[in-house]
């Protein structure tokens, strides 16, 4: 079973180092070269929905779909960093899409490994495009989509592992990206609209959920405290202590 899934790895990564070696040597248009990477990105995605052998395997593992959802944010950002053939606002709609599909598939098959890789990877790809004021609202905007829908999928079986991968993470990246925020010369008011509206996903979660919570309910004050300091390092006072308040009433 091992070696059979490390030729089966190989054999996916064959495909596009075929496909990227081929468009850089002029062989495939950049852009038609692109094209044809997402399109063998979403085929892996989706193989499992194909009949025969090779879809039988596929929902029997999640390494074709990990291996198509990584493959399309790696070529997503080659696309936007290097070749230039995407902008950014156009590369984060695709990892958004992307990691709709793999949240799709993972969750007609029940497959919580590929979710996990979806979410974490998508966030970390969005982050990989840095700092630019050309789409750092929709770069925000998937961030808490991402959060949403972690916070949304941990209610399954089994998934309750998307809370503290995704939530700390998001937490992090946040608070990195203002302290760069400032280097970059960029606002930080679409950043504090950000981590307020990931705190507002967990108020919503604990408003719909309380008594299902459990020990996830520590989300709510840490987020809080989090959210209280990041507001006072840019200066919202008002709103940090209204956050506090209503912490120690949720609390």
């Known amino acids: 079973s091992v070696f059979t899934r490390v030729a089966m790895l190989s054999f996916v990564l064959l495909g596009a180092l075929i496909l990227r070696v081929l468009t850089q040597r002029g062989v495939l248009g950049a852009g038609f070269g692109t094209l044809l990477g ?8 989706v193989l499992s929905f194909l009949p025969g052998r090779p879809g039988q395997f596929a929902r029997a593992t999640s390494l074709f779909q990990c291996c198509g959802v990584m493959l399309s944010f790696s070529i997503a950002l080659e696309s936007a960093l290097r070749a230039h ?25 029940r497959k919580a490994s590929l979710a996990g890789v979806a979410l974490v990877g998508g966030m970390l790809a969005l982050v990989a495009l840095g700092l630019e004021a050309e789409g750092f609202a929709l770069q925000l905007s998937l961030l808490v989509v991402f959060a949403a829908a972690a916070a949304l999928l941990s209610w399954r079986h089994a998934w309750r592992f998307l809370r503290p991968i ?20 960029l606002g930080r008011d679409p950043l504090c609209v950000c981590a307020t509206a990931f705190w507002l996903v967990l108020v919503l979660q604990h408003l719909l959920a309380f008594r299902r919570l459990s020990a996830a309910a520590v989300w709510l004050p840490l987020s809080t405290l989090w959210l209280v300091a990041l507001l006072c390092m840019e200066g919202w006072p008002v709103l940090a202590y209204t956050a506090a308040g209503v912490s120690v009433l949720a609390t």
């Open 85 to 109: 053939t995407l902008a950014r606002p156009p590369a984060m709609i695709l990892m958004g899409f992307f990691t709709a599909l793999a949240l799709g598939v993972a969750t007609l098959h």
């Open 38 to 45: 997402f399109v063998y990105a979403g085929h892996l995605i």
């Open 166 to 185: 995704t939530f700390p993470l998001l937490m992090i990246l946040l608070l990195v990206g203002f302290l760069l925020a400032g280097k970059e010369a």
